[in-house]
């Protein structure tokens, strides 16, 4: 069954960066691609970004353009999104998430990395 | 960006009620829709995706519909289990976007 595991939580300083690990199995990693997605504390849900499995492309959502990078693993099946210049308003919940084929919605989620920035 | 208005933020209901909830788009998004629930302390979980089609697993007392700009997702019986927040999710165009939430408590 496909699983997403997630790197645990992180404590940073303002300015200072985080690098969130996701491991995936139970697929072949290559085929698809894994988004983020963050939750403030109390907040909604907010998409960051996707990267392909496949050839690494990106595509980032243009508040985080600047500040994120997606990087994959393939020999590891393992996806990172790292978050340059921390701000006190980072501090959220991190989830990788997996669509369906390239359906759109995402039925694979990891479990969460909470991220304090403080 | 698409924004996503739902309604209503909260809502108390008892066992067996039909709780409906709506969310609307800032645009037309071709019931490219999901719904998600998410309980305290855990990741959101997918109940229907394409406005209607229910997730496999997901109890048949939910439902979705609608058209255009309007959606809704219907809980025909609340259940004990069906506490938590539902948020819903365009995913027509990037970047994908989802609602404030609908935090469902039970009386």
């Known amino acids: 069954q496909v699983q997403l595991v997630q790197s645990g939580a992180e404590v940073k300083k303002p300015g200072a960066s985080v690098k969130v690990s996701c491991k995936a199995s139970?697929?072949?990693?290559?085929?698809?691609?894994i988004s983020w997605v963050r939750q403030a504390p109390g907040q909604g849900l907010e998409w960051m970004g996707w990267i392909s499995g496949y050839n690494g492309n990106t595509n980032y959502a243009q508040k985080f353009q600047d500040r994120v990078t997606m990087t994959t693993d393939t020999s590891t099946t393992t996806a990172y999104m790292e978050l340059r210049t921390l701000r006190f308003d980072d501090t959220a919940v991190y989830f990788c998430?997996?669509?369906?084929?390239?359906?759109?919605?995402?039925?694979?989620w990891g479990q969460g990395t909470p991220v304090t920035v403080s | 960006d698409i924004q996503m208005t739902q309604s209503p933020s909260s809502l108390s209901a008892s066992v067996g009620d039909r709780v409906t909830i709506t969310c609307r788009a800032s645009q037309a998004i071709s019931n490219s829709l999901a719904w998600y629930q998410q309980q305290e302390g855990k990741a959101p979980k997918l109940l229907l995706h394409?406005?209607?089609r229910l997730e496999s697993g997901v109890p048949s007392r939910f439902s979705g519909s609608g058209s255009g700009t309007v959606y809704t997702l219907t809980i025909r019986s609340l259940q004990p289990e069906d506490f938590g927040t539902y948020y819903c999710h365009q995913y027509y165009s990037l970047p994908g976007t989802f609602g404030l939430g609908t935090k469902v408590e039970i009386k």
């Open positions: 998430v997996r669509e369906d084929y390239s359906s759109g919605w995402y039925p694979y």
């Open positions: 394409t406005a209607s």
């Open positions: 139970g697929y072949t990693f290559t085929d698809y691609g």
